[in-house]
């Protein structure tokens, strides 16, 4: 049985720039980032190579889920954050790939890792991840 990674993601950016991020990758009016709708599987992919090629391109093996209802905060232009978990490991190859296509837009993403117990903070720019080893030195989330 698979174990679960709790994520939380908030998006930094001018509310045009966070605007079309949401239209570009969320699956539904429910705004749920989508793995699949953002990078979806290549149809000439053969079958047996699925969860190395999500692995790699996703960081996880299934689309993203549900946590709780944080996810209407999405409702509004302005707002920025959503909860959701992903399947064994964080979706850091996803949200590299993303914060490439929209340039304008920053991501932190904070996550624990259930079945490793790891928590851990990145904050990813232009396609760049770096760790964030306390994250008291993010003034700019308060």
Not at 89 to 107: A, G, Q, T
Not at 116 to 121: A, L
């Amino acid at each position: 049985m698979s174990s679960w990674c709790y994520n939380d993601v908030v998006l930094l950016g001018a509310v045009e720039a966070i605007q079309a991020f949401k239209v570009a990758v969320c699956r539904d009016k429910r705004q749920l980032i989508s793995a699949v709708k953002s990078c979806p599987i290549p149809s000439d992919l053969p079958s047996d190579a699925w969860s190395d090629w999500r692995l790699e391109n996703w960081g996880t093996l299934w689309d993203l889920t549900e946590f709780n209802k944080s996810y209407d905060v999405w409702m509004k232009p302005n707002e920025r954050g959503i909860s959701f978990r992903s399947v064994e490991f964080p979706p850091l190859p996803l949200f590299r790939m993303l914060s490439e296509k929209h340039p304008d837009v920053s991501i932190s993403l904070r996550y624990f890792n259930a079945a490793s117990s790891e928590f851990q903070h990145v904050y990813i720019y232009r396609g760049v991840v770096n760790e964030v080893p306390d994250p008291s030195e993010l003034s700019w989330l308060d």
